[in-house]
């Protein structure tokens, strides 16, 4: 199953059955049978791209901290923690600018950060 992230403002996923779902920017589509022809418009029109590198917690992006969370704001978070005295090899590098590279850069920080306080090792 493939997954999209939302590069526009909003995206209107419709389901084979009628059924609507609005995901805003940054959040990611899961395809499904039931999808492919709205993923196909969606993709067709800009409003979404394949997401090659975002992360996966079962759901979609929606439902972790960066939902909603402007490029911008993505942008100068990044920032932040490569200012907060880290060495070099430690600093946050995403691929890109796009919001799907900087969750990505942020989640795989986080859960680096996460799992150094779980063993006490404070790195």
Known sequence: MAAYV???ALAVLRTDKGNERYVYRGGVIESTPDTEASIKH??????IEEATDAPTSGGS????????????DLKAA?????????????????????????????V?????????????SGE
Do not use: F, M, Q
Not at 42 to 47: D, H, P
Not at 86 to 96: H, I, M
């Open 6 to 8: 939302v590069s526009g």
């Open 42 to 47: 969606l993709l067709s029109v800009g409003l």
């Open 61 to 72: 992006a929606s439902d972790g901290p960066y939902d909603g969370v402007s490029n911008a």
């Open 78 to 106: 990044v920032k932040a923690r490569n200012d907060d005295g880290r060495d070099d090899d430690a600093k946050l590098a995403p691929e890109s600018h796009k919001n799907v590279d900087l969750i990505a850069a942020l």
């Open 108 to 120: 795989a920080d986080d859960e680096k950060t996460k799992a150094a306080a779980d063993s006490g």
